[in-house]
């Protein structure tokens, strides 16, 4: 998927795209033969896209914080 973007619209891009992909491969997917490893997989790229979700969130909060800070000098 390539590397992350650090600005707030590359992240949003980088996440959308991510969603994209989950949502093709959930499309590939026969329902009357998906298995217990599918659902493992699925879970696992939920978690993935999760865990970048949280770290963009931190960055986007520390970018705030530090523009409302340089601002005070």
């Known amino acids: 998927m390539g590397k992350a973007s650090e600005s ?3 992240q949003f891009h980088y996440i959308k795209n991510r969603i994209k992909m989950l949502n093709q491969v959930i499309e ?3 329902e ?3 298995g217990r490893d599918d659902f493992r ?3 696992e790229m939920v978690e993935q896209l999760q865990i ?3 770290r ?3 960055d986007w909060e520390d970018s ?3 523009k409302k800070g340089k601002g005070r000098k």
Do not use: W
Request: overall charge neutral; hydrophobic content about 40%; proline content about 5%.
């Open 56 to 58: 963009f969130q931190m």
């Open 64 to 66: 705030a914080s530090y």
């Open 32 to 34: 009357n033969s998906v």
């Open 8 to 10: 707030p619209s590359g």
């Open 52 to 54: 970048k979700m949280e």
């Open 28 to 30: 590939s997917m026969d």
């Open 41 to 43: 997989r699925l879970l």
